[in-house]
């Protein structure tokens, strides 16, 4: 079974700095999907970015980018210019095969003015 | 705007007494999930349809059921909440033709047991 690890439950950064959020992951496919998802407070998880494994490109976003180690099973997101409005939960998803998501455990990420 | 709508935005059962959450869809996507989350913990799925297919999740209580009538509406039954039934029910929605696989969720339905 896939299992997703997110080993920051709390990172915090100040307002225009930028965050590393990390996440590993543990799987024997070749072929998968990874994601970063957002959960602000009392509102709706969306979706930040989507790396497919078969590519070698690291996925960018405007501010946020990823790197997508697979060698390492490792997928890290990185915030650049933390606004305010980044303050929320983080989830790091994995999705093989059966359109199912597996999440990790989240990091909550606060941005401090 | 195309959107997963969720009703009630909060709702407030007793122990014991039957609770029914829906989900509504204009995306026309084939896929719909029904996920818990307990405070500040991971999504977990619950089961999902496959257009009309059900899939079960293997340690989800017998207790919980669902519905797809049509490929707009899905509901959340739960025959007899318990507290440990209390949490964020969140219903998503995935369209499997387009090689994305994003899901869209709405913004829950929060469940009170008393």
């Known amino acids: 079974a896939q299992t997703v690890t997110q080993s920051q439950p709390e990172m915090s950064v100040q307002e225009a700095e930028t965050v590393t959020l990390s996440c590993t992951y543990d799987?024997?496919?070749?072929?998968?999907?990874l994601f970063w998802y957002k959960q602000p407070p009392s509102r709706q998880m969306i979706l930040v970015i989507r790396?497919?494994?078969?590519?070698?490109q690291n996925a960018t976003e405007n501010r946020f980018s990823v790197n997508f180690q697979k060698a390492a099973k490792s997928f890290s997101l990185k915030i650049s210019d933390s606004q305010l409005g980044d303050t929320a939960m983080y989830f790091c998803?994995?999705?093989?095969?059966?359109?199912?998501?597996?999440f990790g455990a989240g990091t909550i990420l606060r941005v401090k003015s | 705007d195309a959107m997963v709508i969720q009703n009630p935005r909060y709702q407030v059962t007793q122990f014991g007494k039957p609770v029914t959450l829906s989900c509504s869809q204009t995306?026309?996507?084939?896929?719909m999930y029904w996920y818990q989350q307990k405070s500040s913990q991971a999504p977990k799925l619950l089961f999902h349809?496959?257009?009309?297919?059900?899939?079960n999740e293997a340690d989800t209580p017998d207790n919980f059921q669902s519905r797809r009538p049509n490929t707009s509406f899905c509901f959340l039954d739960i025959r007899s909440p318990g507290l440990g039934d209390a949490a964020m029910y969140l219903c998503?929605?995935?369209?499997?033709?387009?090689?994305?696989?994003?899901?869209?969720f709405g913004p829950g339905t929060r469940l009170t047991v008393t």
């Open positions: 998503a929605t995935s369209r499997d033709d387009t090689g994305s696989y994003e899901q869209y």
């Open positions: 995306l026309n996507h084939n896929v």
């Open positions: 349809y496959y257009d009309k297919d059900f899939n």
């Open positions: 790396q497919e494994a078969y590519k070698q």
């Open positions: 799987t024997s496919e070749n072929n998968y999907y």
């Open positions: 998803a994995f999705m093989s095969y059966g359109n199912k998501l597996v």
